[in-house]
């Protein structure tokens, strides 16, 4: 069983490579498996047997002036990659995110909740969701949310950043979310694989949920700082191009019916991350 990740050297692809070590398993970079070359991106992935795209555009801030660019990557480069793993006959998966929804949710989003973006990384995003269920007879879309891990910026790495620098920060108290490491992610989609699961769509988080206030203050305790450094504010005092959702909770109800292990709590999983040093500064 050949396995090929897309997006192979990023924060989730990284831990995909990881999760499947001693396994057939090539990681590729943009150099090797461009989302928007087809024709080199469906010679890079043949004679795979599963085929996962981690690989996206994730400036959400820069995608409200540069749409486009979001939508190749994220939406038709998606539609092409699980074009190519069809014409080689692999397993495609797809990975997504909570943005697709509007995060006016007062109750977790359940897989069948129709999409509502809101910013253009979202709109992107969807876009992607769509061209995956055309061109491939049966994916499998695992949306995600509030990823940390050792391979790029995430939110907790810029909490402890900031801690080393300033005698507090100011964090929302109005955005609810489920903070995922990506080792966890990474280790919840091989089980997807090897439990042949059916096709469709998954909600894959830690479980849980915490504002960014409180996953703060959580990343400066488990650091051994004082969390009283971390001070409440809201989204009104943080003004930014893009508008994030208010509520990012996911529900996980396909994911618990094909039997699968929810993964552990988000506190336990930060916990192990810091321990390790996988969110320190840089």
Same mark, same amino acid.
């Given at each position: 069983?050949?396995?090929?990740?897309?997006?192979?050297?990023?924060?989730?692809?990284?831990?995909?490579?990881?999760?499947?070590?001693?396994?057939?398993?090539?990681?590729?970079?943009?150099?090797?498996?461009?989302?928007?070359?087809?024709?080199?991106?469906?010679?890079? /992935?043949?004679?795979?047997?599963?085929?996962?795209?981690?690989?996206?555009?994730?400036?959400?801030?820069?995608?409200?002036?540069?749409?486009?660019?979001?939508?190749?990557?994220?939406?038709?480069?998606?539609?092409?990659?699980?074009?190519?793993?069809?014409?080689?006959?692999?397993?495609?998966?797809?990975?997504?995110?909570?943005?697709?929804?509007?995060?006016?949710?007062?109750? &977790?989003?359940?897989?069948? @909740?129709?999409?509502? &973006?809101?910013?253009?990384?979202?709109?992107?995003?969807?876009?992607?969701?769509?061209?995956?269920?055309?061109?491939?007879?049966?994916?499998?879309? /695992?949306? @995600?949310?509030?990823?940390?891990?050792?391979?790029?910026?995430?939110?907790?790495?810029?909490?402890?950043?900031?801690?080393?620098?300033?005698?507090?920060?100011? /964090?929302?108290?109005?955005?609810?979310?489920?903070?995922?490491?990506?080792?966890?992610?990474?280790?919840?989609?091989?089980?997807?694989?090897?439990?042949?699961?059916?096709?469709?769509?998954?909600?894959?988080?830690?479980?849980?949920?915490?504002?960014?206030?409180?996953?703060?203050?959580?990343?400066?305790?488990?650091?051994? !700082?004082? &969390?009283?450094?971390?001070?409440? @504010?809201?989204?009104?005092?943080? /003004?930014?191009?893009? &508008?994030?959702?208010?509520?990012?909770?996911?529900?996980?109800?396909?994911? !618990?019916?094909?039997?699968?292990?929810?993964?552990?709590?988000?506190?336990?999983?930060?916990?192990?991350?810091?321990?390790?040093?996988?969110?320190?500064?840089?």
């Amino acid at each position: 069983m050949r396995y090929v990740v897309l997006g192979g050297r990023g924060m989730l692809g990284h831990d995909l490579a990881r999760a499947l070590e001693g396994r057939d398993v090539v990681a590729l970079g943009r150099d090797q498996g461009d989302l928007t070359h087809p024709a080199a991106l469906r010679a890079a /992935v043949d004679g795979a047997d599963v085929i996962i795209n981690a690989a996206a555009y994730t400036r959400v801030d820069d995608a409200e002036t540069d749409e486009a660019a979001a939508t190749a990557i994220n939406g038709t480069g998606a539609g092409d990659a699980a074009r190519a793993a069809a014409e080689v006959g692999a397993r495609f998966v797809q990975i997504s995110t909570d943005y697709v929804f509007d995060g006016s949710a007062t109750a &977790p989003y359940s897989e069948d @909740t129709p999409l509502a &973006p809101v910013s253009a990384y979202g709109r992107s995003k969807a876009e992607g969701e769509r061209l995956v269920a055309q061109a491939h007879p049966a994916p499998h879309i /695992v949306r @995600t949310a509030w990823l940390y891990g050792e391979q790029g910026p995430n939110f907790p790495r810029t909490m402890l950043t900031l801690a080393a620098g300033r005698d507090t920060v100011d /964090v929302v108290t109005d955005q609810i979310g489920q903070p995922t490491w990506t080792r966890d992610l990474a280790s919840g989609i091989v089980e997807l694989l090897d439990a042949e699961a059916p096709a469709g769509i998954y909600h894959v988080t830690n479980s849980g949920q915490a504002s960014k206030f409180e996953l703060a203050r959580a990343a400066f305790e488990l650091a051994g !700082l004082d &969390p009283d450094r971390v001070h409440p @504010t809201d989204s009104a005092s943080f /003004v930014s191009p893009a &508008p994030r959702p208010a509520y990012s909770v996911l529900g996980h109800d396909a994911w !618990l019916a094909a039997g699968l292990s929810e993964l552990r709590p988000w506190r336990e999983a930060l916990a192990e991350a810091v321990a390790e040093g996988a969110v320190s500064p840089r």
